[in-house]
């Protein structure tokens, strides 16, 4: 790897086993939302279309589908909708569609493209509200 990986990515890279694409965007969607919404013990969170990106709602959030804190749906896109129930905000998540255009071919080089890419660059926001109060 030819970039920096937080303590908490590693930590979720031993969770799941590996670094792939999709643990990594679940990794990236969740930081973002915590810097637009905030983090608490609170949170809700709808996945659609999720996979590994699973493990990382569940390893950094602590929302699975046992707590009943994790919705998974299939849905259009591949997209995060994270509520923070204390805060009464959420964000809806989607990733930018011209990604996939910008990736470098080496995989190596295209997660370290996307793990140093900002998150107002790397998703589309919308804000979401779960009517979960």
Known sequence: MNYAVPDDLQGLMNYHGHLCFGVLLGYKAC??????IGRSDN???LIENGACDRDAVKFLLDCTIENGKLI???G???SWS???KDEGEGVRLTVNPNLANQLPKDKDQAM???MEMPGNLLFNVEPFNCGCH
Not at 31 to 36: G, Q, T
């Open 31 to 36: 930081k973002y939302a915590e810097e637009i």
């Open 82 to 84: 994270v509520y923070n």
């Open 72 to 74: 998974n749906r299939q």
């Open 76 to 78: 259009k896109t591949q």
């Open 43 to 45: 949170m809700m969170v």
């Open 112 to 114: 370290g493209f996307i």
